[in-house]
């Protein structure tokens, strides 16, 4: 069936359009995969009937692929399917751009991404080179510091064209994201299945592993980004001291700091901070740590990613406009799904509803008390 917007230009009519810095009244006008004005909203076109029109928005980091390669526990999917449906995911969440994050190593529980890793790569690139993606698909590796076997894992995929972002991580507890070494223990003779007295020596094992590699393969994965000109970020930062070693080795990025004195520190180097969007949608972070609400009054978000969730993003941007005790409007709540990330990336050509940007645009609905996807555009193209 031809859609309207198939043809090289259309306008999308009466829509409350979302720009950087205001809620305006107009249509939208697409030629060639761009924008090319925005202009009154009775012009001829596809009429949004007032529905708000945001920009596609930009997901830095989402683990969403890995519910579809590990569907459940001891069970694997290929990567083509599992991305097919990956794919279908993020875009009816009205991401336009996504960063798949794929991790390089593995602390202790979850040794089967190492063996995912170089197919699922594979496997994405080849979607992308046939156009069978509805979003566009990159990579942000993450890379787990506190396993050796990083050091050649990075080597091998770095290079990979999708690569875009590159994290540092060390999940070894007792410092960053867990600090209750005991809870660690219990998860891990859950997870593996082991009695308790072996978890609690693998876990030690883990512990001392990390102090003794992660510099070296941190200092390595950090090398091989700066190399390439690819954006990094340290991931679950505690404390001023975990900020500082990050802004020494070249971090512009703080994905996830845990702390408020952490966030304050990146902020004050200069380091952008992200967070994770179910973190607002739930009131409170999953681990105990820092709630993004805490961090919005205080000034110190820069941009949202879904982490787990990738529908997250555009109910936690409408919900922070409409939470009346942060103050922050819906033009900036947008940009912090849209327009930043895309900053932080690297990616000047979307993220925000201008003339000359590309044409990545979602129709929002307000329906039942909630805000639902209506249509999708990557470049122009209706994928949604």
Same mark, same amino acid.
Not at 72 to 92: K, S
Not at 217 to 230: L, N, Q, W
Not at 243 to 266: C, D, H, I, L, Y
């Given at each position: 069936?031809?859609?309207?917007? /198939?043809?090289?230009?259309?306008?999308?009519? /009466?829509?409350?359009?979302?720009?950087?810095?205001?809620?305006?009244?107009?249509?939208?006008?697409?030629?060639?995969?761009?924008?090319?004005?925005?202009?009154?909203?009775?012009?001829?076109?596809?009429?949004?009937?007032?529905?708000?029109?945001?920009? $596609?928005?930009?997901?830095?980091?989402?683990?969403?692929?890995?519910?579809?390669?590990?569907?459940?526990?001891? +069970?694997?999917?290929?990567?083509?399917?599992?991305?097919?449906?990956?794919?279908?995911?993020?875009?009816?969440?009205?991401?336009?751009?996504?960063?798949?994050?794929?991790? +390089?190593?593995?602390?202790?529980?979850?040794?089967?991404?190492?063996?995912?890793?170089?197919?699922?790569?594979?496997?994405?690139?080849?979607?992308?080179?046939?156009?069978?993606?509805?979003?566009?698909?990159?990579?942000?590796?993450?890379?787990?510091?506190?396993?050796?076997?990083?050091?050649?894992?990075?080597?091998?995929?770095?290079?990979?064209?999708?690569?875009?972002?590159?994290?540092?991580?060390?999940?070894?507890?007792?410092?960053?994201?867990?600090?209750?070494?005991?809870?660690?223990?219990?998860?891990?003779?859950?997870?593996?299945?082991?009695?308790?007295?072996?978890?609690?020596?693998?876990?030690?094992?883990?512990?001392?592993?990390?102090?003794?590699?992660?510099?070296?393969?941190?200092?390595?994965?950090?090398?091989?980004?700066?190399?390439?000109?690819?954006?990094?970020?340290?991931?679950?930062?505690?404390?001023?001291?975990?900020?500082?070693?990050?802004?020494?080795?070249?971090?512009?990025?703080?994905?996830?700091?845990?702390?408020?004195?952490?966030?304050?520190?990146?902020?004050?180097?200069?380091?952008?901070?992200?967070?994770?969007?179910?973190?607002?949608?739930?009131? $409170?972070?999953?681990?105990?740590?820092?709630?993004?609400?805490?961090?919005?009054?205080?000034?110190?978000?820069?941009?949202?990613?879904?982490?787990?969730?990738? $529908?997250?993003?555009?109910?936690?941007?409408?919900?922070?406009?409409?939470?009346?005790?942060?103050?922050? $409007?819906?033009?900036?709540?947008?940009?912090?799904?849209?327009?930043?990330?895309?900053?932080?990336?690297?990616?000047?050509?979307?993220?925000?509803?201008?003339?000359?940007?590309?044409?990545?645009? +979602?129709?929002?609905?307000?329906?039942?008390?909630?805000?639902?996807?209506?249509?999708?555009?990557?470049?122009?193209?209706?994928?949604?």
């Amino acid at each position: 069936m031809f859609d309207a917007t /198939d043809a090289p230009e259309y306008r999308l009519t /009466d829509a409350r359009i979302v720009t950087a810095d205001a809620v305006i009244h107009g249509s939208v006008i697409v030629a060639d995969g761009r924008i090319a004005r925005i202009g009154a909203p009775d012009e001829p076109g596809i009429g949004l009937g007032g529905d708000y029109l945001i920009p $596609g928005l930009v997901d830095l980091h989402t683990d969403h692929v890995e519910t579809h390669v590990f569907p459940r526990n001891g +069970v694997t999917w290929a990567p083509e399917p599992a991305l097919a449906a990956h794919d279908g995911v993020v875009v009816a969440g009205g991401v336009t751009t996504v960063f798949d994050s794929l991790c +390089v190593g593995a602390a202790m529980h979850n040794a089967a991404r190492r063996e995912l890793l170089l197919p699922l790569i594979e496997a994405l690139e080849a979607a992308r080179a046939e156009g069978r993606f509805r979003a566009e698909h990159l990579l942000h590796l993450r890379c787990e510091v506190c396993d050796p076997a990083t050091v050649e894992l990075v080597d091998r995929v770095i290079g990979s064209p999708s690569v875009r972002l590159v994290s540092v991580m060390d999940h070894a507890p007792g410092d960053r994201q867990v600090l209750d070494v005991e809870s660690w223990v219990q998860e891990t003779a859950r997870d593996m299945k082991v009695p308790m007295d072996e978890a609690r020596a693998l876990t030690e094992e883990l512990i001392a592993r990390s102090k003794r590699v992660s510099p070296e393969v941190r200092a390595h994965v950090m090398a091989a980004a700066r190399a390439r000109g690819i954006p990094v970020m340290s991931h679950d930062d505690r404390s001023e001291a975990h900020v500082e070693e990050a802004q020494a080795q070249g971090v512009t990025v703080s994905e996830f700091p845990v702390t408020r004195e952490a966030a304050m520190k990146a902020r004050e180097l200069g380091q952008a901070v992200v967070m994770g969007a179910p973190n607002f949608v739930r009131g $409170g972070s999953q681990s105990g740590n820092i709630s993004v609400r805490e961090l919005l009054e205080h000034g110190l978000v820069d941009a949202l990613a879904s982490d787990y969730v990738p $529908g997250s993003l555009l109910t936690a941007a409408f919900a922070i406009a409409e939470d009346d005790g942060l103050g922050i $409007g819906l033009p900036e709540a947008v940009a912090m799904v849209s327009r930043r990330p895309a900053e932080i990336a690297g990616l000047e050509d979307r993220g925000t509803i201008a003339r000359e940007m590309r044409a990545d645009l +979602v129709r929002v609905r307000r329906s039942a008390g909630h805000n639902h996807v209506g249509a999708v555009w990557r470049e122009g193209r209706r994928v949604f």
